[in-house]
């Protein structure tokens, strides 16, 4: 191999390597800016004695969403969601008068919050969450 040769090779394999180092950063600071930037929030209620939330559909960006309930219920309650390759998450379970939440990085597609509380997504505690496709 001539050295005019072997330093195109070197410079070659350089620029290779300085392109998928770049190509790694690049991924790593938008997944780190995903991670820091604050989740999409949207807010339910449930009330009275009904086992049911106050809206039945929820739309909300891809990225973090974070579901947030307050329980004016005397029945206790939490917020839950999982659906679309999404592992189940669950909110912390509330009396009256107190906040559940739960947050969960979502892609386009639709999901299901519901309450975990035994038997209230049986009887109509749920609803779905919609994550429209960018256009």
Not at 17 to 43: D, L, N, Y
Not at 54 to 64: D, H, T
Request: hydrophobic residues 40%.
């Amino acid at each position: 191999m001539t050295a005019g040769r072997g330093r195109a090779t070197a410079l070659a394999l350089t620029v290779t390597a300085a392109v998928g180092v770049a190509a790694i950063a690049g991924a790593a600071t938008a997944a780190k800016q995903t991670a820091t930037k604050p989740p999409a929030k949207r807010a339910l209620s449930a009330s009275g004695t009904a086992l049911a939330f106050n809206k039945k559909s929820l739309k909300a960006p891809r990225g973090r969403v974070q579901l947030v309930l307050t329980n004016r219920s005397d029945i206790e309650h939490d917020v839950s969601i999982r659906g679309n390759g999404l592992k189940a998450k669950y909110g912390k379970t509330v009396g009256k008068g107190g906040v559940s939440r739960v947050t969960a990085a979502v892609k386009p597609g639709r999901y299901t919050y519901f309450c975990s509380v035994g038997g209230h997504e049986a009887a109509g505690m749920k609803g779905t969450l919609t994550i429209p496709r960018p256009r």
